[in-house]
């Protein structure tokens, strides 16, 4: 990793130190090694999931759920969605175990409320959801975002993810060098997009898609939801890519924070206007960019939907950390999905035509099925060279036989009862979306 002086938070920053700070930051290379996932829910009533839960009786429920002795970081997303973060973890099976017992703590304290965890990558039942929290960060991102159109508030108020966090890499070459990583990252992207697709609907009525959550990222501002291209070294891409992004914000001790139209950081730095922008004002910034891979001094995977089930985010984390983190595997894996690369652009859904089908098809696509069939046995190859106990391989092979081998998602579960159309049909019906 490159040396850098890191400037104090309130001290105003020249476009040099910028640049500097995320060369340093966002990619920290070398051991330990460790691994980390982010989940967010839905909360719903167990038996009548359509009823609108009040937001006294959703606030009343988080400040139970903040008085739990967790490992994990407990926080909520503006539409009342639950997220826990894990704390980093040595070995996937450490990370398995300690949010496995963090999530039985929420889940018995939410059922003695009547209350329940619902995993999907978009809400199924619910019309579109009341803003739980009225903050100036939230005030100021919903109207950042309602420029682009309605996505922005679905995203906000009504879209959950599974999140899984790796290792940036080493600075050596070779599979597990930060360069290789990150391309190989972005290469996964659209199978996991594809093979983890579970959100076919939204507020009550199909969307024509699988994963109607990473539809509603394509939607947004075009360069916060993007990657810089590939083919550059990373650390100097994603400097580049920051400071030329759209600011979000521009946060302020009283009152509502300014919402500027038009003004990238690197201008913002440059004239500084409306005040000088601060050490603080960048680490700001980089939790408002989206991309699909995001260098947070690890690499944090956002582009899988929320899953069913009690332990279906088990899956996702498992199957993405055998990928990257065992050697065998990820130089495999590279071979495998490197060529679905295009990385002569910015890399993400608003570009990328594989991203999109891979939203709207999931694993009924030819090549996306392929790319799953081979890394899914790949990484089942690769569990028990990186500790994953008996109960997690099982996991992950059960998946593999009851949806990859088939060319099928869980989206595809929950097409057929709602819509009376096959599951591999793939064709859009009305957008409830606007």
């Not at 739980?132 to 879209?159: F, H, I, Q, T, V």
């Not at 038009?262 to 601060?278: D, H, I, V």
């Not at 947070?296 to 993405?320: C, F, K, N, Y």
């Amino acid at each position: 990793m490159p040396p850098c002086d890191l400037a104090e938070s309130g001290t105003p920053l020249s476009e040099d130190e910028a640049e500097d700070l995320l060369r340093c930051i966002c990619f920290k290379t070398g051991p330990p090694r460790t691994t980390g996932v982010e989940l967010e829910w839905f909360v719903h009533e167990p038996h009548v999931p359509q009823l609108t839960i009040s937001p006294d009786r959703l606030r009343t429920a988080f400040t139970r759920l903040r008085a739990l002795p967790l490992r994990s970081a407990l926080t909520v997303e503006p539409g009342g969605q639950l997220e826990l973060s894990s704390p980093p973890a040595a070995s996937l099976m450490e990370c398995v175990t300690t949010v496995s017992a963090d999530l039985a703590a929420v889940r018995g304290a939410l059922g003695g409320l009547g209350l329940t965890l619902a995993g999907f990558g978009t809400d199924p039942w619910q019309p579109p959801r009341a803003r739980l929290l009225r903050e100036p960060r939230y005030d100021a991102m919903e109207a950042y975002l309602d420029r682009s159109g309605p996505a922005g508030r679905a995203m906000m108020r009504d879209s959950a993810s599974v999140q899984v966090c790796l290792d940036a890499g080493h600075e050596e070459p070779g599979p597990l060098g930060f360069e290789r990583r990150w391309r190989l990252a972005h290469a996964l992207g659209p199978v996991l997009v594809a093979a983890f697709a579970n959100s076919p609907s939204l507020h009550g009525a199909r969307t024509g898609w699988r994963s109607t959550r990473q539809s509603l990222w394509s939607e947004l501002d075009p360069v916060r939801g993007m990657a810089p291209p590939l083919a550059g070294e990373p650390r100097a891409a994603w400097a580049a890519h920051a400071l030329d992004a759209p600011v979000m914000c521009v946060r302020g001790d009283e009152g509502p924070w300014a919402v500027p139209d038009g003004l990238t950081f690197r201008q913002w730095l440059r004239e500084g206007r409306p005040r000088a922008a601060t050490r603080a004002d960048l680490d700001y910034h980089l939790t408002t960019l989206f991309p699909p891979v995001r260098p947070r001094g690890h690499l944090e995977l956002r582009m899988i939907d929320a899953q069913s089930g009690e332990d279906g985010w088990i899956v996702p984390l498992a199957v993405t950390a055998a990928l990257l983190d065992d050697p065998e595997a990820a130089d495999a894996a590279y071979r495998t999905v490197g060529p679905l690369l295009d990385d002569t652009g910015p890399v993400g859904p608003p570009r990328d035509a594989l991203w999109t089908t891979a939203a709207r098809d999931g694993l009924a696509h030819p090549a996306l099925h392929a790319a799953a069939v081979s890394c899914f046995t790949l990484a089942l190859e690769a569990l028990p060279r990186i500790g994953a106990g008996p109960a997690v391989r099982d996991a992950v092979a059960a998946f593999h036989e009851r949806y990859v081998v088939r060319g099928r998602c869980p989206a595809d579960d929950h097409l057929s009862p709602m819509t009376g159309t096959g599951t591999g049909s793939g064709a859009p019906g009305k957008d409830v979306r606007t």
